[in-house]
């Protein structure tokens, strides 16, 4: 995948906009913010199958689980949200990478135990993972809390 000739500008940009947003299922929650950023950068969208699919976190579950079909019934939130990051990765050919090794503009997810889905998706720059903030805006994420990491 390549990335977008003016890369710099465009990620300022998409994080200064990003740090403005309320926190909203299906449009502003950690996985359509991190679609919207490879969207951005690359100009295919992972996440077009879940646009217009959900507007809470029961839906967001649902359509989740509507995703993964037969291997999504019954799995935990937790278990989901993982398989659902790792079959997306899969099926759009992101390259996996080591959190040591991530770039400013890699897609990772951290660790997040109070989270209902047990972590968060978000976009590396520089030494930390930014995903919407459920009080509005962005939270910051040392990389220490990565469990798994793709290359943008």
């Not at 977008?4 to 309320?22: C, H, Q, R, W, Y």
């Not at 962005?138 to 469990?147: G, I, P, R, T």
Request: glycine share 10%.
């Amino acid at each position: 995948m390549s990335k977008t000739p003016n890369f710099p500008s465009v990620l300022k940009n998409f994080m200064d906009a990003g740090s403005e947003k309320k926190y909203e299922w299906g449009s502003h929650d950690c996985c359509m913010w991190a679609g919207d950023w490879v969207l951005r950068c690359s100009g295919f969208d992972p996440c077009k199958v879940f646009r217009g699919q959900y507007d809470t976190f029961e839906g967001a579950i649902k359509a989740l689980k509507k995703y993964l079909g037969d291997a999504g019934r019954g799995m935990p939130p937790q278990e989901l949200f993982h398989a659902v990051t790792i079959m997306l990765a899969w099926d759009h050919k992101l390259k996996p990478v080591r959190s040591r090794w991530l770039e400013t503009g890699d897609l990772a997810v951290v660790r997040l135990p109070k989270n209902p889905v047990g972590g968060a998706l978000g976009v590396c720059h520089y030494r930390f993972v930014y995903t919407p903030a459920h009080q509005g805006g962005l939270a910051a994420y040392d990389m220490a809390h990565v469990a798994r990491a793709w290359r943008i």
